[in-house]
């Protein structure tokens, strides 16, 4: 290719890249875009995009390890990245193992050989490295300065919407989290398995939206609004709550009103997904033939997201042990739903329910296995926990 058709080809990919980013909010699906694109544009093996943890003084990276994605940690001034990271100076690197500051560490995880690596600091708006840009293994030869010189371009095309997405992405996680802490602040009492009922329940909620033909943006605000339902129950006696037998005919009732404290606790909200929990804390004991509390409402009615948060709600409930009844299995929960299809249940709920089995079963031994892994690194004394610089990739 001649010198003039490398520079026009070199704007498109450029010009594609802006485009691609600027299009692109989520900061998961932003790394995905950069690091695909990057590694084309520089016809790079792979491409790392490291991101700046200020708060654990470390980088992050996401990798994928066969088909699982994991999350790598280096400490700020291990390694290439690290070291970029704490200098802010750019490296090219024409023999990776012959390098002290490379550590291997990416390489043994992944079963790859380094042979070329060139990185970048990716520079926040106080000037300040956000993270790394790191490029490995050039198609032919080693990375040249011209090739320097572009990857620095993109790091700098990509800095700014690296940092707002992160900014973003802090914000939705602690609204997300502030909002799941509360629904534990309510089942705490209720349960013993902190936390394991609400975080199935939530997950089978989104499923079901998904399976409704819901966008993902209304399943995903499904899913975190749900675990709220029962927050009505903090203002349910013990003596009720906690009642190791059935409840007598006064205690239900006063039972079936955490619906309605649970839909004043979220009252008028500025939030959204607040908002939304407020409409399924009140309608999520309704039944799809009138018959429920607190109003009786009837079929559409009920807000759909109601109706999909009660079989999901009911489902988990039955395969759970309570204080007042043991546990059932997944095959008896799932005749009782059908038994009661258009008298506690809305059908088409009842059907995505049952057309998205397969990823509810997925779901419910995911969180299973999250709690009993979470019990465990509970139980270990600090600073031992196993691979240090692994963590599970949480997804929120
Ligand atoms: P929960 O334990 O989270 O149960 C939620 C819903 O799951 C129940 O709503 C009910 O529709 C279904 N469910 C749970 N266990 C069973 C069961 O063994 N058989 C059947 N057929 N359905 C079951 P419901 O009945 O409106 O109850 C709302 C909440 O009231 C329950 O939430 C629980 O906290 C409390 N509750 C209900 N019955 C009793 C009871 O006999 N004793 C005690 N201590 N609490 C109860
Ligand atoms: C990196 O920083 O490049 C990854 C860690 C390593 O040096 O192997
Ligand atoms: C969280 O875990 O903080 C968010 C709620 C969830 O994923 O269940
Ligand atoms: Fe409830």
Redesign the pocket.
Known sequence: MGRRQELEKRQTLLARFGRLIAAETRLDGLLTIIAEEVRHILAADRCSVFLVDAYKNELWTKILVGPEEKILRVPMGQGIAGFVAKTGSAVNIRDAYRDSRFTQDLDRVVGYQTRTVMAVPLKGRDGRPVGVFEVLNKSKGSFTDEDEGLLRILATMAASFIENATLYEDLRRSHLETIYRMALVAEFR?QQDTGK?LRRMSRFSGIIAAALGMSYLESEEIRYASPLH?IG?VAIPDA????????SAEE?DE??R?TLYGSQMLANAESRLLRLAAKIAVAH?EHYDGSG?PYGLKGMDIPVEARIVSVA??FD??VSR????GA?TVDDAKS?IKSQESK?FDPEVIKALFASFDEILAAMEEENRRILEDEVINRLPPGVSGEQSFERHHQS
């Open positions: 209720d009922h029962d129950k009720i709550l906690r009642k190791p037998g059935k409840l239900y039972m079936k955490h004991h509390y709600d009911v409930a039955l309570r204080v007042y009844k059932w009782y506690l």
